[in-house]
T-cell receptor, first 115, second 112 residues
Framework: NAGVTQTPKFQVLKTGQSMTLQCAQD?????MSWYRQDPGMGLRLIHY???????DQGEVPNGYNVSRSTTEDFPLRLLSAAPSQTSVYFC??????????????FGAGSRLTVL | AQSVTQLDSHVSVSEGTPVLLRCNYS??????LFWYVQHPNKGLQLLLK??????LVKGINGFEAEFKKSETSFHLTKPSAHMSDAAEYFC??????????FGQGTELSVKP
């Protein structure tokens, strides 16, 4: 089925470790983004991309790195994990990037715990 | 700047009774507004969207929302709650360039 695929679904890290959350979509969407979800705070944008080779920072980019070498893939890298990065991470994509157009398709989420 | 406030963090209704989830927004531009639903341990799914056409917007599963510019509101309603409606609901405003600003979420509980 077409959609957004995130891996892994669950991950436990120790403080200081690094890891990559993978995100892939097969809908030829130009726009891809990463959010983190924390209780009582809604979803906050970490990084986003409007096309291959183009990335930009969102609300809470510190401690995270992204790249977009292909239209399909948008991995999120945690450089040195901290307990404050314990969260549920969602990848989302959309076909259009304009002001009025952004209906997002979400992945199922990746739950990360940093000890 | 754009912002969105969901006025209730938790709403509890009985099955078969109406649902009202409240959302106020702030926007320097004519906004696009969305409601997304998140069922437990799932990703978010679009319920409905407003993009300056009809002010009453119908969505999936019997939900609808009315855009009221004078009140800067975009409340979500459903005439009769079903057990399967229990979920978290997010009101979202689109900023220039397409970034989405999410509200804090409202958890809807439905009692039998």
């Amino acid at each position: 089925n077409a959609g957004v695929t995130q891996t892994p679904k669950f991950q436990v890290l120790k403080t200081g470790q690094s890891m990559t959350l993978q995100c892939a979509q097969d809908m030829n969407h130009e726009y891809m983004s990463w959010y983190r979800q924390d209780p009582g705070m809604g979803l906050r944008l970490i990084h986003y991309s409007v096309g291959a080779g183009i990335t930009d920072q969102g609300e809470v980019p510190n401690g995270y790195n992204v790249s977009r070498s292909t239209t399909e893939d948008f991995p999120l890298r945690l450089l040195s994990a901290a307990p404050s990065q314990t969260s549920v991470y969602f990848c989302a994509s959309s076909y259009q990037t304009g002001f009025r157009a952004n209906v997002l398709t979400f992945g199922a989420g990746s739950r990360l715990t940093v000890l | 700047a754009q912002s969105v406030t969901q006025l209730d963090s938790h709403v509890s209704v009985s099955e078969g009774t109406p649902v009202l989830l409240r959302c106020n927004y702030s926007s320097s531009y004519s906004p696009s507004l969305f409601w997304y639903v998140q069922h437990p341990n799932k990703g978010l799914q679009l319920l409905l969207k407003y993009t300056s056409a009809a002010t009453l917007v119908k969505g999936i599963n019997g939900f609808e929302a009315e855009f009221k510019k004078s009140e800067t509101s975009f409340h979500l309603t459903k005439p009769s709650a079903h057990m399967s409606d229990a979920a978290e609901y997010f009101c979202v405003v689109s900023s220039p360039g397409g970034k989405l600003i999410f509200g804090q979420g409202t958890e809807l509980s439905v009692k039998p």
